[in-house]
């Protein structure tokens, strides 16, 4: 690939979530700060949602790192699933082993009883759920009464849910408005703004091992930035692309061509004008076809 070409270590604008390239944009530090302080305050429901691409992976598991050492963790990152299915997943990240044949009874009093021993050891226990919006709604009802578990004084069981705006959307039906109630703190990501994307994109450069002369250089970031609209992911598949076709003319620097050309063959990249242009583009030739059309009929009719 171009990492000789650019003298670095590694792919520095991959899709996959990588804690070591975590940038720190406001947004993201105010929702690690925002989950932290909910969770040591022992709260039931936190919240996190985001756009598509605007880094909610990468803060879930910049949280799994930086969870406190008093909390007992579990993940899940596919909560399409059934109650049982997440009962059973629950279980599992718990360590507690239950029954071919488990039902709801059966869970309940396993699972409690593995909470109690974590909070008799001064501990507690965070459930962590990635796609939150993913989960059909009586998987959500049966996280709800997970929630119930509690002793006189906190609850034994939290729950982080991350999801795209259409959880709020499934959150707002009203069949789940006593887990909306639930919800104590919340936080709603931002996306990048211009100079905030130019500086993640130096950060992740810098981070890969580049020591040389600025690749992107601020124009550049201008157009990524009207393509991307600041959203992290496709930055990173822009900013991929425009490294591979600079190394391929032997390049080291991206110039503002190359940009475009990254642009223009990413389909979730916004195309500028473009949209407008193909509409003006048919509404001409449909003024054309006409003009066409009744010029012949007044040449041609009898």
């Not at 930035?225 to 992911?233: E, I």
Request: hydrophobic share 40%; charged share 20%.
């Amino acid at each position: 690939m171009y990492l000789y070409h650019f003298g670095i270590r590694e792919l520095p604008f991959t899709l996959t979530p990588n804690t070591s390239y975590f940038f720190g944009l406001p947004s993201h530090k105010e929702a690690i700060q925002v989950l932290l302080t909910a969770l040591k305050s022992g709260e039931g429901f936190i919240k996190v949602t985001g756009e598509v691409g605007a880094g909610k992976t990468l803060i879930c598991r910049k949280l799994l790192n930086e969870i406190p050492d008093h909390f007992v963790a579990a993940y899940i990152p596919n909560p399409y699933l059934t109650p049982s299915e997440l009962r059973r997943s629950v279980a599992t990240e718990l360590q507690v082993e239950l029954s071919s044949q488990a039902d709801q009874q059966e869970f309940t009093q396993r699972i409690q009883q593995r909470l109690i021993e974590i909070n008799q050891r001064n501990r507690g226990v965070v459930l962590i759920i990635d796609e939150a919006q993913a989960l059909p709604i009586e998987s959500i009802e049966a996280l709800r009464l997970m929630t119930n578990l509690e002793t006189e004084s906190r609850k034994l069981l939290q729950v982080v849910l991350f999801g795209q705006p259409e959880l709020d959307d499934k959150l707002a039906l009203p069949e789940l408005r006593q887990l909306k109630q639930r919800i104590t703190f919340s936080y709603k990501l931002r996306l990048m703004d211009a100079d905030q994307l130019y500086q993640y994109v130096r950060h992740r450069m810098n981070i890969a091992g580049h020591r040389g002369t600025e690749v992107f250089s601020s124009k550049c970031c201008q157009l990524l930035y009207k393509a991307s609209k600041g959203t992290p992911r496709i930055v990173n598949v822009l900013c991929h692309k425009a490294l591979m076709l600079a190394y391929g003319e032997g390049l080291q620097r991206v110039s503002s061509q190359h940009v475009k050309l990254a642009i223009r063959d990413t389909e979730a990249a916004y195309q500028g004008g473009y949209p407008w242009l193909k509409s003006a583009v048919v509404l001409v030739s449909v003024a054309l076809l006409s003009f066409l059309g009744y010029y012949s009929y007044l040449r041609f009719a009898p």
